[in-house]
């Protein structure tokens, strides 16, 4: 996916050098800041493509910078990859908890790098088409809005991408790696837990509109989406 613009957040240089030499070679744009604070005005003034986030920052950390990027409605659609040292599994959950779309644990191989760089853009420019409407929850793709009997639903761009997956795919049951392989994409490597986690935020998601008893748990499966009991 060339010509996308990458922002580069990093307070090492050598980090920052390293991986827009990769980014170059891959033919993309690359943009650079090595604070929160620095990293937040080129978001607001360049608007790229995805953001490619260390963890530990002075200042404001990524995780902080990526939650606030998250609750902005501006720059909430903007993917960002986590960059960090913490390799502990609670440390990973964090981080897509905080809405970061991937999460990559130093040290790491350029063409990893790029790997999921590009699946996460395939992911983020997705296939728009028409709205897509279950009893009273409709999703519409375009617009990238959720509304329950014509209320708003907000929920983070991961249990977007998995509400979506299941609405198109009602009435079979998923096994996590297949919701893994489906909706982070079979290149990106995250945890099993990592679908019950999202699986139970999408559902506090819902269940103010009682729409949470669509995403049912299959016991020695996975999960589906139906609206059979």
């Given at each position: 996916m060339p010509e996308a613009k990458i922002l580069i957040v990093d307070d090492e240089e050598a980090i920052r050098e390293m991986i827009s030499v990769a980014l170059e070679l891959a033919g993309f744009q690359w943009i650079e800041?090595?604070?929160?604070?620095?990293?937040?005005?080129r978001i607001v003034d360049e608007r790229p493509d995805l953001i490619l986030?260390?963890?530990?920052?002075?200042?404001?950390?990524?995780?902080?910078?990526?939650?606030?990027?998250?609750?902005?409605?501006?720059?909430?659609?903007?993917p960002v990859i986590m960059?960090?040292?913490k390799s502990e599994e609670d440390n990973k959950i964090q981080g897509l908890d905080a809405g970061a779309d991937d999460y990559i644990t130093k040290p790491f191989s350029t063409r990893e790098l790029i790997s999921r760089v590009n699946a996460v853009l395939r992911r983020a420019k997705g296939n728009p088409g028409k709205s897509i409407i279950v009893e009273g929850l409709a999703l519409d793709p375009v617009s990238h809005r959720i509304t329950a009997n014509e209320r708003p639903v907000e929920m983070g761009p991961t249990e977007y991408r998995l509400l979506e997956f299941f609405m198109t795919h009602q009435d079979r049951a998923y096994s996590r790696a297949q919701l893994l392989?489906?909706?982070?994409?079979?290149?990106?490597?995250?945890?099993?837990?990592?679908?019950?986690?999202?699986?139970?935020?999408?559902?506090k998601a819902l269940a103010p509109y009682q729409f949470d008893h669509l995403v049912q748990t299959v016991r020695g499966t996975g999960y589906r989406f139906s609206t059979k009991i």
């Open positions: 800041a090595d604070n929160a604070t620095s990293a937040h005005a986030l260390d963890w530990m920052l002075p200042g404001t950390s990524g995780i902080e910078l990526a939650r606030r990027l998250k609750r902005d409605e501006a720059t909430s659609e903007i960059l960090t040292a392989d489906q909706v982070w994409g079979g290149n990106v490597y995250v945890e099993d837990r990592t679908v019950d986690v999202h699986i139970r935020r999408l559902r």
